[in-house]
């Protein structure tokens, strides 16, 4: 549990809950100020986080007279928010916030739906609802309809429904009254309920927490650094829309990577880079559900696209339109616009895309867990990819930083044709199909040829970003982990030293520092210093590795989150929140350090 004054406020100081169909960004004072309906890429009816320009508006706060005081933690191994207000003469408040999600009927409930529970803890607590939804991006205000227990919010084409036990004057009003005794907040679709509130968000409560402590439970986490990683794989799975199996890379859009900057993203959408890193952590953490969900995700993408070349991203329905718009009605994180919805880089050339979903499929192949296995059709479907991998491997893209006013023939990208290329090869084996692990291989063969002879800069002895270059970036540590190199191959030693020495910054590392697009880059890719870690430990420095990753979990927030780039000066957060890439990171950076559970507890080391 964390404590602090009311003053305090760090902008990304934020629970997450969610049910794997919405979510909802709670502050350190039990505010949403982030919240998109019907669903994660939804319009953002609670938009206080981006600065909506009707002021006061986009926000549900329960608010506590005098408040001088707040802590906040999750219930054990849960998804599950409780925060405590206290005011100035010790009077308090617990505000539980969750959305349902639990086993009914041989299938998982999960619907569209906030649930906020109040209780007086001590004194006679003074409080205030204040409920504002917006709709269109903090564009239209909408119209307010009184029921007896009920408001509706409508404008057209959109409609949202609070039902509360509590004082329905008093929260139409927005008056304050004494908190005697427990009430109950619902947020959803605009349906009645035919049941008692109080009933029912007690028992959707608990079997909420049985839900989350049940799953957390399979979970194969390492002996050290358990809370960690058990918050990270409950984020993974509040980031995972569960209808198609898309795993989001954040929850928010157009938070910057440093303060008043442009580079600020909408990354409310399913990249297909993150898939094998994704799958890897899913993996290792034998969360098996989702993992296969996120499979099914991709194999629909390929089975949709089958001609043409790939897109980097993709929305949670992968046929839906990326196009990228400004939205006038939200100022912007801090009033740093522009608010973006959609994202332009779904039309960039980004050759790593074909590794990145070879690599991840690949886990139907040699799986046994998975009841759905890979099989010729699937491997002839995946061929198709490492077709368009080889004929692309040498040639200009945008590379995975999503570069918008240049292309090379990056390093990284070329490797992770390579990889599909070489993946593709042990599939076949492993189908019995020696010809096309032969085709396969050649092609491979011929792709590090290329790459050993122009990203490799005897001057820097390092590999470089892009084919006969000069400059370094943080994808290049990713060629041992995909295994273009061995972890004791000079040639990787000497690109992790010289990216240590160019790159490093305290506890955090660059992805590059080369001018882009946008100028020279400020802060630290979270990301990147966790591939950092992990090229540390796989070259004996473990140390060292163990040293930085611990310096890694103090820069997450109070609640053990993470976004996508930290102040390398002050440690403040910074990017889109919570960030997929990095807790995915923080997940396989702990399984690699950890004593083993043998080591640790029966050899008492």
């Not at 007279?65 to 802590?71: F, I, M």
């Not at 005794?181 to 679709?189: K, Q, S």
């Not at 979270?526 to 890694?552: K, P």
Request: aromatic letters at 10%.
């Amino acid at each position: 549990m964390t404590t602090t004054t009311a003053a305090h406020r760090n902008s990304l100081d934020l629970g997450i809950i969610g049910n794997s169909v919405i979510a909802a960004l709670i502050d350190r004072q039990a505010r949403i100020v982030w919240h998109c309906a019907p669903r994660l890429d939804g319009d953002p009816v609670f938009c206080d986080l981006l600065s909506p320009k009707i002021e006061g508006e986009g926000i549900f706060a329960v608010e506590l007279r005098g408040l001088q005081q707040t802590s906040q933690h999750y219930v054990e191994n849960t998804a599950v928010l409780v925060t405590v207000l206290t005011d100035a003469n010790g009077a308090s408040i617990r505000i539980t916030d969750f959305c349902p999600r639990f086993k009914q009927y041989d299938r998982t409930y999960r619907p569209a739906m906030l649930i906020r529970r109040i209780e007086p803890v001590s004194g006679t607590p003074v409080v205030r609802v204040r409920i504002r939804p917006l709709f269109d991006y903090g564009m239209t205000q909408p119209s307010r309809t009184l029921g007896s227990n009920h408001i509706r919010f409508t404008a057209p084409g959109a409609a949202l429904r609070l039902t509360t036990d509590a004082p329905i004057a008093f929260v139409d009003a927005e008056s304050e009254f004494a908190l005697t005794h427990p009430m109950t907040l619902v947020l959803g679709p605009d349906e009645s309920f035919t049941a008692s509130l109080t009933h029912m968000a007690r028992e959707f409560q608990e079997r909420t927490i049985e839900y989350w402590i049940e799953w957390v439970r399979y979970l194969s986490v390492p002996f050290e650094w358990q809370e960690a990683v058990i918050r990270a794989a409950i984020t993974l799975k509040l980031c995972a829309y569960e209808e198609t199996g898309a795993i989001l890379a954040a929850l928010t859009t157009s938070i910057p990577e440093a303060a008043d900057t442009p580079r600020n993203w909408d990354y409310r959408f399913c990249w297909m880079r993150d898939a094998y890193f994704v799958v890897q952590a899913l993996n290792r953490l034998g969360a098996t559900k989702t993992m296969e969900d996120f499979l099914r995700y991709i194999t629909t993408t390929v089975a949709l696209h089958p001609d043409i070349e790939l897109q980097p991203v993709y929305g949670l329905d992968p046929a839906a339109s990326l196009e990228e718009l400004t939205m006038p009605g939200l100022a912007g994180y801090r009033g740093m616009g522009p608010v973006r919805k959609g994202n332009a880089a779904f039309s960039q050339r980004q050759n790593d895309t074909y590794g990145s979903i070879v690599l991840a499929v690949a886990q139907m192949f040699f799986d046994k867990r998975l009841p759905r296995r890979g099989d010729i059709a699937l491997f002839e479907q995946l061929e198709g990819l490492g077709e368009k991998a080889a004929a692309l491997a040498l040639t200009d893209d945008a590379g995975l930083w999503e570069f918008r006013g240049r292309a090379r023939v990056h390093t990284h990208s070329a490797a992770m044709c390579w990889a599909a290329c070489r993946r593709l090869a042990r599939i076949a084996g492993l189908l019995g199909l020696e010809a096309r692990a032969g085709y396969w291989r050649d092609h491979a063969e011929r792709i590090r040829k290329a790459i050993l002879e122009h990203a490799w800069n005897p001057k820097l002895n390092s590999f470089v970003e892009s084919f006969d270059g000069e400059d370094l970036d943080a994808s290049l540590l990713l060629l041992q982990e995909i295994g273009f190199l061995a972890a004791d191959d000079p040639r990787f030693l000497g690109t992790v030293d010289a990216i240590g020495k160019h790159l490093k910054r305290g506890s955090h590392l660059m992805r590059y520092i080369a001018p882009d697009d946008f100028g020279l880059p400020h802060n630290a890719f979270s990301i990147c210093t966790f591939w950092y870690v992990d090229a540390l430990a796989a070259t004996g420095r473990r140390d060292e590795a163990r040293q930085m990753f611990e310096g890694l979990l103090a820069s997450r927030n109070h609640l053990g989150l993470l976004s996508e780039d930290i102040d390398t000066a002050t440690g403040e957060l910074w990017g889109n929140f919570p960030q997929t890439y990095s807790m995915v990171g923080l997940i396989v950076c702990a399984m690699r350090l950890s004593k083993s559970w043998e080591e640790a507890f029966w050899r008492g080391s």
